[in-house]
């Protein structure tokens, strides 16, 4: 072989080795990519524990570390507990260890609390219901220590903590401050108050933790049960003074600390102060706006990508404002932030403007700053130009570029060939080859994790594919933690519909310092939400033109069936909905509940806005249409049949009454509301979570919930 062909051998296989060490840095463990002795199934059931707050996982051999971390909460707080599964599922895994995280709850009273906190076991898994009264001082906390041992005799953990559902903890930073700690007597936390009376310190209630032997102590101490005389911490902290076990006390000062920034009327101490890189807890998150700043400040929204659409051009071709410079995102101490801080805030919240599901998607355009780089004129064609020019000159200097042998090409060759084999399996979605290779199918998990993630294990063609927009608004949080629930339990494959669903959330430009971070962290976790650039926030403001619209240019690639236009507190049963659109023509079809209530005829006036649906082909008109876009403002529903009344379109419409109606007041409104029936397709004007749990509870939507040692809606509280 020439010098030269050694050379190129060389470098291809350098060139491997590297890209090799990035794609499998961890050790280069080519047995996780192909698969492993651990997909025997032997007969034997694996128990994996679910939770949404990021179990962490970790090889068997290699973890030397196990939490278990139970958040002490309340039945109603559905909110907070969907932003603490966000929250925790997206942080970093700490190294060797793992950490369970439940929601923590005393015996749950009302009615339509035991239906949604049943809906949230059977998707998440993460709920512990105990058998005591809910209270914060009163003995929920010895009812949680003394109950942990039973629950997991047959796999203990090495530690065990209690926090409360306005702390936010760093995984990672709390495992390794853990990890030198004595297994024994060990009490970890913040210790309070601060610098002063030592003898009658304890760990601040916002999170303490100890290891399993104390755990043990507690369940296996009765009368610890009615010693609760003061605050739940101050008297966790004087159990184990009285019982000998305050003995390997590690204080996190500084690193536990409360939320502080400069628009409280409060000042700095020794546990108030502001936040710090290496942060074990902050405390007293009490709202969206101190959950958004800090979650910024510990960069959780970094894996945020670009849309497939380049969403900043996008929203300039709208003629999307910018901000206002009073809307700048305020840091962790309140103060408003720099020039750069801002742009970038508002370049987040432009590039949200057309986040689409399939995140994996590639994007459309050239990235801006590869176009800005081309030329100093920032012009395309100057850049081909020059290209072209050093290419002339590359030739002229070399004489072309050189020839390879048939044996170098095959040498050069091999090394690729063999890198694209392993990218096969390294990206099993795009290629699909895994799955024809490997019999292991994924862990088990939440059912709406479930309706995302798993395959089938046998995938046929869909007869349809329909798009689902749910318009809501962005401070809605614990609506769409709700409908996820509902629709992800209804998409599991073990439902098997014959149509493609995908469900999206659907609402204008974002405007609060709370939404351009909280959003971005339902994006990153289930890449469900479309937010426009062309509106600010309105009802019947031209937001349905808008959407319909933007949907249009979003799918054109691979359109959908039907595009369905939902609100957020109409039930839509997708086995039903299915079953009904699939017998309905491909095109100028027009489906919904006729308006007015008192008419069947379809052609009359228009379809209700609780839910309504269109063909594909009606989409790109509305999208191009004059009559569209001039006729935009208005009562929304009453809009879209008026656009096709005018064009002559929807000439295929039908009526889905009385399978969808209203919900059915105690005095009826109109002749659109009407009780459930088994064959109801969607029921609309679920304004609160009583009639969710309502209608669930009819449509029997929990029975899926399995009897399990974890929680008893059954019991009577003690």
Same mark, same amino acid.
């Given at each position: 072989m020439?010098?030269?062909s050694?050379?190129l051998?060389? $470098?291809?296989v350098?060139?491997?080795a590297?890209?090799?060490?990035?794609?499998?840095p961890?050790? $280069?463990?080519?047995t996780?990519?192909?698969?492993?002795?651990?997909c025997d199934?032997g007969?034997?059931t694996?128990s994996?524990?679910?939770?949404?707050s990021?179990?962490?996982?970790?090889d068997?051999?290699a973890?030397d570390?196990r939490?278990?971390m139970?958040i002490?909460?309340?039945?109603?707080?559905?909110?907070?507990?969907a932003l603490?599964r966000l929250a925790y599922?997206?942080q970093p895994?700490p190294?060797?260890?793992v950490?369970d995280?439940?929601?923590v709850?005393?015996?749950?009273?009302?009615?339509?609390?035991?239906?949604?906190?049943?809906l949230?076991i059977?998707?998440?898994?993460?709920i512990l219901?105990?058998?005591?009264t809910?209270n914060?001082?009163?003995?929920?906390t010895?009812?949680?220590?003394? /109950?942990? #041992?039973?629950l997991?005799?047959e796999? #203990?953990?090495?530690?065990?903590?209690?926090t409360?559902?306005d702390?936010?903890?760093?995984?990672a930073?709390?495992?390794?401050?853990?990890?030198?700690?004595?297994r024994?007597?060990?009490?970890h936390?913040?210790?309070?108050?601060?610098h002063?009376?030592p003898?009658?310190q304890?760990?601040?209630g916002m999170g303490?933790?100890?290891s =399993?032997?104390?755990v043990?102590?507690?369940s296996?101490t009765?009368e610890?049960?009615d010693?609760?005389?003061?605050?739940?911490d101050?008297?966790?902290?004087?159990?184990l003074?009285?019982?000998?076990?305050y003995?390997n006390v590690?204080?996190q000062?500084p690193?536990?600390y409360?939320?502080?920034?400069? *628009?409280?009327?409060?000042d700095?101490?020794?546990f108030r %102060?502001?936040h710090m890189?290496?942060?074990v807890?902050v405390h007293?998150?009490?709202?969206?706006?101190? =959950?958004?700043?800090t979650l910024h400040?510990?960069?959780?929204?970094?894996?945020?990508k670009?849309?497939k659409?380049?969403?900043?051009?996008?929203c300039?071709?709208?003629?999307?404002a910018a901000?206002?410079?009073s809307e700048?995102?305020l840091?962790?101490a309140?103060?408003a932030?720099?020039?750069?801080?801002k742009q970038?805030?508002?370049?987040?919240?432009c590039?949200l403007?057309?986040f689409l599901a399939n995140r994996?998607?590639?994007s459309?355009? #050239?990235?801006?700053?590869?176009?800005?780089?081309?030329?100093?004129g920032n012009?395309?064609?100057?850049?081909h130009q %020059?290209?072209?020019?050093? %290419?002339? /000159?590359m030739k002229?200097?070399?004489?072309?570029?050189?020839r390879l042998?048939?044996?170098?090409?095959a040498l050069?060759?091999?090394?690729?060939?063999?890198?694209?084999f392993?990218?096969?399996?390294?990206?099993?979605?795009?290629?699909?080859?895994?799955?024809?290779?490997s019999?292991?199918?994924p862990?088990?998990m939440g059912?709406?994790a479930?309706a995302?993630?798993a395959?089938?294990?046998?995938?046929?063609?869909p007869?349809?594919?329909?798009?689902?927009?749910?318009l809501?608004r962005?401070?809605?949080y614990?609506?769409r933690?709700l409908l996820r629930?509902?629709y992800?339990?209804?998409?599991?494959?073990?439902?098997?519909?014959?149509?493609?669903?995908?469900?999206?959330?659907?609402?204008?430009r974002?405007?609060?310092d709370?939404?351009?971070?909280l959003v971005p962290l339902e994006i990153?976790?289930h890449?469900?939400?479309?937010v426009l650039?062309?509106c600010?926030?309105n009802?019947?403001g031209?937001?349905t033109y808008?959407?319909?619209?933007?949907v249009?240019?979003?799918y054109?690639?691979?359109?959908y069936?039907y595009v369905?236009?939902?609100?957020?507190?109409?039930f839509?049963?997708?086995?039903?909905?299915?079953?009904?659109?699939?017998?309905m023509?491909r095109?100028d079809?027009?489906?919904?509940?006729?308006?007015?209530c008192?008419?069947?005829?379809p052609?009359?006036?228009?379809m209700?806005?609780?839910?309504?649906?269109?063909?594909?082909?009606?989409?790109?008109?509305?999208?191009?249409? *004059?009559?569209?876009?001039n006729?935009?403002?208005g009562? *929304?529903?009453?809009l879209?049949g008026?656009?096709?009344r005018?064009?002559?379109?929807?000439?295929?419409?039908f009526?889905?009454k009385? /399978?969808? %109606?209203?919900y059915l007041?105690?005095?009826p409104v109109?002749?659109c509301?009407?009780?459930f029936?088994?064959?109801?397709?969607?029921?609309?004007?679920?304004?609160?979570?009583?009639?969710?749990?309502?209608?669930?509870?009819?449509f029997n939507?929990?029975a899926g919930?399995?009897?399990?040692k974890?929680?008893n809606f059954?019991?009577?509280s003690?």
């Amino acid at each position: 072989m020439t010098s030269r062909s050694v050379s190129l051998v060389l $470098l291809t296989v350098v060139l491997l080795a590297v890209i090799y060490l990035v794609v499998f840095p961890d050790d $280069l463990k080519l047995t996780e990519v192909f698969g492993s002795s651990s997909c025997d199934n032997g007969g034997s059931t694996a128990s994996t524990t679910k939770t949404s707050s990021a179990v962490q996982l970790a090889d068997a051999d290699a973890v030397d570390l196990r939490l278990f971390m139970g958040i002490v909460t309340v039945p109603g707080a559905y909110e907070r507990r969907a932003l603490l599964r966000l929250a925790y599922s997206l942080q970093p895994r700490p190294v060797r260890a793992v950490v369970d995280v439940r929601f923590v709850l005393c015996t749950v009273d009302k009615e339509e609390d035991r239906i949604l906190v049943s809906l949230e076991i059977i998707a998440h898994g993460d709920i512990l219901v105990l058998n005591c009264t809910e209270n914060m001082n009163d003995g929920k906390t010895y009812a949680y220590f003394s /109950a942990v #041992p039973g629950l997991f005799a047959e796999a #203990p953990y090495d530690y065990v903590g209690k926090t409360d559902d306005d702390t936010y903890y760093r995984l990672a930073s709390l495992a390794d401050s853990l990890r030198p700690m004595a297994r024994r007597d060990a009490y970890h936390g913040y210790l309070t108050p601060c610098h002063w009376l030592p003898e009658k310190q304890y760990m601040s209630g916002m999170g303490y933790i100890v290891s =399993w032997d104390v755990v043990q102590w507690i369940s296996e101490t009765p009368e610890l049960r009615d010693d609760h005389h003061d605050w739940e911490d101050v008297d966790f902290g004087g159990w184990l003074r009285k019982g000998g076990r305050y003995k390997n006390v590690y204080n996190q000062e500084p690193r536990m600390y409360d939320y502080w920034d400069r *628009e409280m009327d409060a000042d700095v101490n020794c546990f108030r %102060h502001e936040h710090m890189a290496e942060a074990v807890a902050v405390h007293k998150l009490k709202d969206r706006l101190k =959950w958004a700043r800090t979650l910024h400040f510990f960069n959780a929204t970094q894996g945020l990508k670009p849309s497939k659409i380049d969403a900043p051009r996008a929203c300039k071709r709208r003629g999307a404002a910018a901000p206002a410079a009073s809307e700048g995102f305020l840091d962790q101490a309140g103060r408003a932030t720099g020039t750069g801080e801002k742009q970038d805030m508002d370049k987040l919240g432009c590039r949200l403007c057309f986040f689409l599901a399939n995140r994996s998607m590639p994007s459309s355009s #050239p990235p801006r700053n590869l176009l800005k780089s081309m030329g100093s004129g920032n012009k395309l064609g100057d850049h081909h130009q %020059h290209l072209n020019n050093l %290419h002339a /000159a590359m030739k002229q200097r070399h004489g072309g570029f050189p020839r390879l042998s048939a044996s170098s090409k095959a040498l050069v060759l091999l090394p690729l060939v063999l890198l694209a084999f392993i990218f096969f399996f390294v990206y099993p979605k795009e290629f699909e080859l895994q799955a024809m290779m490997s019999a292991c199918g994924p862990p088990t998990m939440g059912a709406y994790a479930a309706a995302h993630l798993a395959e089938p294990a046998v995938v046929r063609k869909p007869d349809f594919r329909l798009l689902i927009g749910v318009l809501t608004r962005a401070d809605l949080y614990e609506r769409r933690h709700l409908l996820r629930m509902v629709y992800g339990l209804q998409l599991a494959p073990v439902n098997n519909l014959t149509a493609h669903v995908d469900i999206r959330f659907v609402f204008c430009r974002l405007y609060k310092d709370d939404q351009r971070v909280l959003v971005p962290l339902e994006i990153l976790a289930h890449g469900d939400v479309i937010v426009l650039d062309g509106c600010e926030e309105n009802l019947n403001g031209g937001k349905t033109y808008t959407f319909l619209s933007t949907v249009a240019e979003l799918y054109a690639d691979e359109p959908y069936d039907y595009v369905m236009k939902a609100d957020d507190d109409i039930f839509l049963r997708l086995p039903q909905l299915v079953a009904s659109l699939g017998a309905m023509p491909r095109e100028d079809m027009y489906y919904g509940a006729t308006i007015p209530c008192d008419s069947m005829d379809p052609f009359r006036e228009y379809m209700a806005g609780m839910g309504y649906a269109l063909s594909w082909d009606l989409v790109e008109w509305i999208a191009t249409s *004059e009559v569209a876009r001039n006729h935009s403002v208005g009562t *929304e529903d009453m809009l879209t049949g008026l656009w096709l009344r005018i064009g002559g379109k929807g000439k295929n419409r039908f009526n889905a009454k009385p /399978a969808i %109606h209203d919900y059915l007041n105690p005095v009826p409104v109109d002749q659109c509301e009407h009780e459930f029936m088994p064959s109801t397709i969607g029921v609309h004007r679920l304004k609160s979570n009583p009639r969710w749990a309502e209608a669930l509870n009819y449509f029997n939507f929990t029975a899926g919930l399995q009897p399990s040692k974890f929680y008893n809606f059954n019991s009577t509280s003690s």
